[in-house]
């Protein structure tokens, strides 16, 4: 990688192909190079005699130079074809169709891209027809509730109207039978609107909790925090932030996989998008008491202009940006992050704390049910 990186920093030549001819056209012109020092220097020989001995060398050179430039060329067409599927599959979602019948180096990175890419496009649109469902499920229950409409309209106006009548002592004066019987139709109606509203109550209840119960499984954090670091290399490395990982042999804790790795990755998103370039971001496991992932950013500050309104009561020590008061209520990318981050709190039965001391700070969860389930801080 360091030949490479030494030539991609100077950005000459500027693709990847140019790269390998300009190697190839040093490489070929190396021993022509050394046999003209020689001729012209150590070779006792006249130079006008040598001359039609070095034409030839330099002729054989230029064609040996074409022909292997072009050959160079058409060597680098699988790796060109995996660049171009792989950057025209992220700009339109166009599924390749690459060889995967070759076994060598290039043949290798071709059928793995192809595999890649064929995978990433399933899982997408499993994803998708699941979001889809979801969403045909969401209006399901809505129209199942406005269906229910009459339900709870019906003894609403028979309270409210009683209720008038009784205000204003249309019918006499409190007191009189007629009243009684109203007293009891306004009770009637009220019992009903209540058992309506508690049977909806308990069947979106019982949903929600079979729904978080049924994903919740045993899991090892440590394999899930490694993926979500591998998950966020590509964004750490482009800004040349070094994650390193401290973490125990296991941490088995009873989660939701999804949630817990998803979470973990906005959390790395978070700390290498606020430190500076060349910073470092440390991925921390604590095994015992609540089960805690740690983010720690070095050099790095959150404030409250970065908080999303719905967090401001649950915030301590962070100091404004801009000198105003409190948040400010624009969205930025840390905003947004912090409130996916809350979201998946609330997913999981954690608690959302933000703190803010100094020039570092520090992203925990503690992922067991009932224990301090999140704390942002920093020291």
């Known amino acids: 990688m360091r030949v490479y990186e030494f030539l991609a920093r100077r950005n000459w030549p500027r693709t990847y192909t140019g790269k390998i001819l300009l190697v190839s056209f040093v490489g070929v012109h190396v021993p022509m190079f050394g046999a003209v020092a020689y001729a012209l220097l150590a070779d ?19 064609v040996g130079t074409a022909a292997t430039m072009f050959v160079m060329a058409a060597l680098l067409a699988p790796v060109r074809r995996a660049s171009e599927a792989a950057q025209t599959y992220l700009d339109t979602r166009e599924t390749p169709r690459l060889p995967t019948r070759y076994t ?19 899982a997408i649109s499993v994803a998708e027809a699941e979001r889809d469902a979801t969403a045909r499920n969401h209006n399901q229950k809505f129209r ?15 309270i409210l109207g009683f209720a008038d009548l009784m205000k204003t002592q249309a ?39 079979r729904e978080f119960e049924a994903e919740r499984q045993p899991l090892d954090l440590v394999p899930l925090a490694r993926q979500a670091a591998a998950q966020e290399h590509f964004h750490a490395d482009r800004r040349g932030v070094s994650v390193e990982i401290d973490t125990p042999k296991g941490v088995v804790v009873d989660t939701v996989p999804a949630a817990a790795r998803d979470m ?23 095994g015992s008491g609540a089960h805690a992932v740690t983010v720690e950013a070095t050099d790095a500050v959150l ?8 967090l401001s009561t649950v915030a301590s020590g962070l100091e404004s940006g801009t000198g105003e008061d409190g ?37 925990r969860v503690a992922l067991d049910a009932g224990a301090p389930a999140l704390k942002i801080a920093a020291e």
């Open 264 to 286: 973990i990755a906005v959390m790395l998103q978070t700390a290498i998008a606020r430190v500076p370039e060349g910073g470092r971001v440390r991925l921390v496991l604590d």
């Open 144 to 158: 199942m509730l406005a269906g229910m409409k009459h339900d709870f309209r019906t003894p609403l106006t028979v």
């Open 104 to 122: 060598d180096g290039a043949g290798v990175l071709m059928a793995s891209v192809q595999e890649a890419i064929t995978r990433l496009d399933a």
């Open 303 to 310: 404030t409250t202009e970065d908080l999303p309104a719905s």
């Open 327 to 363: 948040t400010t209520g624009a969205a930025t990318p840390t905003t947004l992050r912090l409130s996916l981050i809350d979201t998946f709190c609330h997913a999981m039965n954690a608690k959302l704390e933000v703190d803010q001391s100094g020039e570092r700070f520090r992203l």
């Open 171 to 209: 019918i006499g004066e409190y007191g009189g039978a007629a009243y009684r019987d109203y007293a009891a139709s306004i009770g009637r109606s009220g019992q009903d609107l209540m058992q309506t509203l508690q049977s909806v109550l308990d069947l979106s209840d019982a949903e929600a909790q």
């Open 44 to 62: 006792s020989t006249p130079f006008m005699e040598q001359l039609d001995v070095l034409i030839a060398m330099l002729l054989a050179t230029l």
